[in-house]
């Protein structure tokens, strides 16, 4: 294995833990920063943070992104809000309860020491986001509001309407700008990386793609790190933006950087129904909208077909507030979405298909008057109506749990660097503070986490000693990368075959979805792990890549991306077989409490699993490292939400 490792949490009490890190860290002088060139790949919030924090500071900063803009990241999807530790609304909350809440809302599968500082810097995230004008919703009063998210008993999500993640990148963006504007970061839009560049065991450096003439280059960095995102779309399906993909941290991983936890992915419960099989994404709606809407179905199935509003309150099964009294609608993403898949498994399940549950504002509006709830979700319930062309002022919404979110990443230590040193992992690329499953909101407050707060720190502590190392990039470890890269993209548009791209992604996204979606099994993801190189096998031989390389093509660029997700869905059944537990959203049918709840095994599997790169499944079986988590402060106990 190439590099370390070693969790490397520092000692000390868990609330002086990060003071005492951050106050031993070695530190770069002011005059040296500007002779260290660092690359960050990714300018959503994780990667923009990072970029204009690390130009503010003097070093000097190469972002890539493959979008036109870093505008456009896929963050700016991001609806309903953001967690801090500010307690404004007096009730109850605290750094701790925050902390306590990941932990426990993450199923006990998250080192403590890294959630815990999450939580101590979250509220600096909120003053620093205010400073940079992000308008958050205030009271009247003027003070900033807060809602209430999943898996949590108070209110402690800071938002703007249902565009808090927009708002948020507007306010990094601008900090983005300065820096670029300062010269001190060099923003490359349309660039994809396509590798990683490993020199004497330190990542030293990137090939990329320039997507508009085709041109590859390489970039050598005294460090480079890693903002790319999640892999929801793995299952073609998903909330997630259509770029969004697992090529940057795949490409990382078969290098020799560990993947964590590959099979823990997040299914959010309220996104609107799939429609039809040539759908190529679905919609969320915003968990935010739990605070107001109830989640129902009828109690019998005769009655699945009538409209919502012609079965009576007595025919209506409020499942969600019948099986989870304390936290009702607004229990936990992993849990709710189970209730919902059991709900329509029974048969009681509305709209086409039976695969939809009711979301349904009609008791707030009588509280609190339509005017309320537009304010409060306007944008959202016009998201809706523009996609099913239904009002859901009069008529329930209908929703059904979707893939969403990575709790999965590569692996990072405490100073959010992988095993191979100077390759730093942030945001949802990496795998670090979630768990088996992510509250809702402390995605934003992660990223953001990261790139403003944490990164700025651990970085110069491994800069202070390579002053002077940065390789040049005629280095043959950089021409042997290059080289690899167009001999790849030079195979992908010699196949010449008839299949699309879209038909064969779709494809494994459906297997993905039945045998490592919301619950798994063993013979399930045996069947997949079966079923997955047959695919790939079939990509390479009759998928259809037109164009060439050396232009703007948009096939090639998916072509790249659908390859890596073929390989990578192995990994994440393997990963999903191993883990013979069930927790947080990891599911395994063979593994569940008598209510049917996730049923941990802390004996046998409280550990990270981090997976090295052997070559592919068919070549050799990744190799499993396991990182035991310690629990000190919390009390590891069965999650109930009851
Ligand atoms: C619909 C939706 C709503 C959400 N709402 C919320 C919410 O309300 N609250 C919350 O906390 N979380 C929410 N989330 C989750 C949250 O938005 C994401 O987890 C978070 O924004 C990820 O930020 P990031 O910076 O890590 O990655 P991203 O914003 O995905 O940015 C990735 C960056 O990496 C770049 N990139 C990727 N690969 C490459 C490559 N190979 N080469 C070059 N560049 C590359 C991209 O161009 C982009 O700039 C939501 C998610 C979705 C899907």
């Not at 060139?37 to 070093?59: C, H, K, N, Q």
């Not at 999640?230 to 993947?259: D, E, I, P, Q």
């Not at 063979?590 to 592919?616: C, I, K, M, S, Y």
Request: hydrophobic fraction near 35%; charged fraction near 25%; aromatic fraction near 10%.
């Amino acid at each position: 294995m190439i590099g370390n490792f070693e969790a490397r949490i520092p000692s000390g009490s868990l609330d002086r833990k990060w003071t005492s890190h951050k106050d031993h860290s070695r530190l770069v002088s002011p005059n040296n920063r500007r002779k260290f060139e660092i690359i960050i790949v990714g300018s959503g919030l994780a990667g923009g943070s990072a970029a204009a924090t690390l130009g503010e500071l003097g070093y000097r900063v190469k972002c890539f992104c493959y979008q036109d803009s870093p505008r456009r990241a896929h963050s700016i999807a991001a609806q309903g809000g953001i967690n801090a530790a500010k307690n404004y609304q007096n009730d109850g909350d605290s750094v701790y309860r925050l902390f306590y809440d990941t932990i426990k809302g993450g199923d006990f599968r998250s080192r403590e020491a890294n959630v815990y500082r999450l939580a101590e810097v979250s509220s600096n995230i909120i003053d620093q986001c205010v400073a940079q004008g992000v308008p958050f919703a205030r009271e009247y009063s003027g003070y900033l509001a807060n809602r209430s998210f999943g898996g949590a008993q108070v209110s402690r999500t800071f938002y703007a309407r249902g565009q808090t993640g927009q708002q948020l990148l507007l306010g990094c963006y601008q900090a983005l700008c300065r820096q670029i504007a300062a010269g001190t970061v060099q923003m490359f839009p349309q660039t994809e990386m396509l590798d990683v560049v490993i020199v004497d065991g330190h990542a030293k450096g990137i090939v990329t793609r320039n997507l508009r003439t085709g041109k590859i280059d390489n970039v050598a960095g005294d460090a480079v790190v890693l903002a790319t995102g999640g892999y929801g779309n793995v299952f073609y399906l998903s909330t997630n933006a259509r770029g969004c993909n697992v090529t940057a941290t795949y490409r990382a991983y078969k290098k020799g950087a560990l993947f964590a936890n590959p099979c823990f992915t997040q299914i959010h419960p309220t996104c609107i129904p799939h429609s039809g099989d040539y759908q190529s994404k679905l919609t969320l709606m915003s968990e935010s909208l739990r605070n107001d809407g109830r989640v129902w179905v009828p109690k019998r199935k005769e009655d699945c077909a009538k409209p919502p509003k012609e079965i009576p309150e007595g025919d209506r099964d409020y499942y969600l507030e019948r099986k989870y009294p304390s936290y009702g609608n607004l229990a936990p993403r992993d849990i709710s979405s189970r209730a919902a898949k059991e709900v329509c498994d029974e048969g009681r399940g509305v709209g086409p298909g039976g695969r939809g549950v009711y979301l349904d504002f009609a008791d707030a509006i009588k509280r609190l008057g339509e005017e309320t709830i537009r304010e409060r979700y306007g944008n959202l319930f016009e998201v809706y109506e523009k996609i099913t062309g239904e009002n859901a002022y009069n008529v329930a919404m209908r929703i059904y749990p979707a893939v969403h979110y990575t709790m999965g990443g590569l692996w990072v230590d405490y100073n959010l660097m992988s095993n191979i040193s100077g390759l730093f992992v942030i945001g949802e690329a990496n795998f670090s503070d979630h768990g088996a499953n992510r509250l809702g909101a402390s995605a934003l407050m992660q990223g953001l986490a990261d790139g403003y707060f944490v990164l700025p720190y651990t970085l110069p502590n491994y800069l202070a000693g390579q002053m002077g190392r940065r390789p040049s990039n005629d280095n043959a470890e950089f021409k042997k990368a290059e080289r690899d890269i167009r001999a790849k993209i030079d195979n992908l548009l010699k196949i010449n075959g008839k299949r699309s791209l879209d038909s064969i992604h779709r494809e494994l996204g459906t297997l993905l979805w039945d045998k490592c979606g919301m619950a798994r099994s063993k013979n399930g993801l045996e069947e997949a792990l079966g079923k997955i190189p047959e695919l790939r096998e079939t990509f390479w031989r009759e998928v259809r890549v037109p164009g060439d390389g050396e232009d703007f093509n948009q096939s090639l660029e998916r072509a790249g991306r659908v390859a890596d997700f073929l390989e990578f869905a192995e990994l994440m059944c393997l990963d999903a077989l191993a883990r013979d537990e069930s927790c947080g959203a990891h599911f395994r049918e063979e593994h569940q409490t008598p209510e049917g709840e996730a049923l941990r095994d802390d004996e046998n599997f409280a550990d990270v699993f981090a997976w090295e790169f052997q070559g592919n499944g068919q070549i050799a079986l990744p190799k499993l490292h396991r990182e035991p988590l310690h629990f000190e402060t919390v009390h590891l106990t069965q999650r109930s939400y009851k």
